[in-house]
């Protein structure tokens, strides 16, 4: 694999710009013990890290911190683009109530309409959070950040 072809694959993989997939490369080259960190970041990922089937948000070892707490306000419901925005509006310790990621953001222009978004399939289709819409149980809804984009 040529250098331009190790660019291109951390550009791919980490999602960040040429310039700083040079800099990762070069950072990993100067120290080659990053490579350890890395591998054990990585595992724990993989071994330990999961979409919660639920709400969407991280579970660690199959423990969702949201929707197994029952110290969080489960009627309170925030509906989100990514789980970037759980991290964000976790820091700012204001909201106790649970989340549910979309996975993206509505954008008519290029193609990704309601459909193609989680809340489409966990409302619309037999799901836990439309049962328990259903039921009432649910009385504020959030919509955060959800962009429509014409
Ligand atoms: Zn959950």
């Not at 960190?37 to 911190?65: A, G, V, W, Y």
Request: aromatic content about 12%; overall charge positive; hydrophobic content about 45%.
């Amino acid at each position: 694999m040529t250098y331009e072809e190790l660019i291109i694959e951390l550009k791919t993989i980490l999602g960040v710009g040429k310039k700083a997939a040079e800099r990762i490369f070069n950072k990993l080259i100067i120290n080659p013990t990053l490579f350890d960190s890395l591998e054990n970041i990585f595992k724990e990922i993989k071994d330990n890290l999961h979409q919660c089937p639920r709400c969407l948000t991280l579970m660690h070892n199959n423990f969702c911190l949201f929707c197994h707490n029952d110290l969080r306000d489960q009627t309170k419901l925030c509906v989100i683009s990514s789980f970037y925005d759980v991290v964000k509006i976790e820091a700012t310790k204001v909201f106790n109530g649970v989340y549910h990621v979309l996975n993206g953001e509505i954008n008519v222009k290029n193609g990704i309409t309601p459909d193609k978004l989680t809340f489409y399939f966990n409302f619309v289709e037999n799901s836990w959070w439309n049962k328990k819409i259903i039921n009432m149980t649910i009385w504020k809804i959030i919509l955060f950040k959800i962009m429509i984009l014409l």
